[in-house]
């Protein structure tokens, strides 16, 4: 049964896509099978991997409200066990068709709890915003995994994150954990780096992964030539950082207590 992990922040150019298209090849790398939806109409993650939202014909918005079959939208990328729904501009046209449906905020959940026992992993990636598309990202979800950039900015509306999470649990009945902040744009020679980290590890009242992500010119190359870092420079420090984020998520899975010599999952 897959973790299913939605990576946002509000704030846009925080390195949300860049974290939700090289986690997801880092997990796929060690042999998690993984899916990554591409929820946002600008449909960065889906280009990120070669596939240009504006010459889909379908896309996840078709799945899930014009009844076109997920298997003929869905496509391997990248690596082995890595794949890929994607997203076009009509996606925008979800936030119209929402307003009047019963249940609005559970569309995606309900899509996800039919496919999710298919893979280990599921990382959505979310729009940089508190969309309707945004609520039902973070409902659909298991846990969240916040970007957030190495400078004071990116901490202004963290606050009211935090606070759409504790309101949609309280609310929509739904338990979603903070599975962790991540640095991005990290600059150890920079004070104002610095400075952002020791807050965030200070103040931040939910875990902060380990990992810093660099500020690098390859983490930001990469996607115009459709490649996860791990294919367009793998010794780079930026493709030695997101190897670690997906060890330390893996770490995060429940250990599975030891019966005899034998590997048993308790219920």
Known sequence: MARVIAVTNQKGGVGKTTTSINLAAYLAAEGKRVLVIDFDPQGNASSG???????LSASIYHVLFGGVAYSSIIRPVALPHLYLLPAN????????EL???????????????????????IIIDLPPSLSLLTVNGLVAADEVLIP????????????????TIELINANLGVRIHVAGALLTMYNRRETLSREVEKEVR??????VFDVTIPRSITLAEAPSFAKPIIQ????????????????EIIAQERPIPQYGGLGVQTP
């Open 49 to 55: 991997f070669g596939v240009h939202p504006r010459t």
């Open 148 to 163: 957030i950039q190495s400078e004071y900015y990116s901490l202004e509306g963290l606050g009211q994150l935090l606070q």
């Open 89 to 96: 501009p009509d996606l925008a046209g979800a936030l119209v």
């Open 232 to 247: 367009y420079d793998p010794r780079s420090l930026g493709a030695r950082a997101y190897e670690q984020l997906a060890r």
């Open 202 to 207: 200070r103040h931040f009242p939910h875990h």
């Open 99 to 121: 307003m009047d449906m019963p249940d609005r905020e559970f569309v995606l959940r309900h899509f996800i709890n039919r496919i999710r026992h298919q893979y280990q992993y």
